[in-house]
């Protein structure tokens, strides 16, 4: 079980339903999710399967001690 690529991450009830693709201008995310897509080599980052369907994750880091 220690290697496992997709884990399941808790998040502070107000981040849910937030991302950047909600956040920010269409232009700016096609542009950084773009730029995640050629960093991963246009593949899977769990399968490493090559494929033209890739979806952006963002990976988001919490304090809970200090709500930040």
Avoid at 37 to 43: E, Q, S, V
Wanted: glycine residues 2%.
């Amino acid at each position: 079980m220690n290697n496992l690529k997709l884990t399941i991450d808790l998040l502070p009830k107000g981040a849910w339903g937030n991302n950047f693709s909600k956040t920010l201008k269409k232009k700016d995310w096609d542009t950084l999710r773009q730029a995640c897509y050629a960093r991963a080599n246009f593949k899977c980052a769990v399968c490493n399967r090559e494929t033209p369907k890739l979806d952006a994750h963002e990976i988001w880091d919490f304090d809970i001690k200090n709500k930040s």
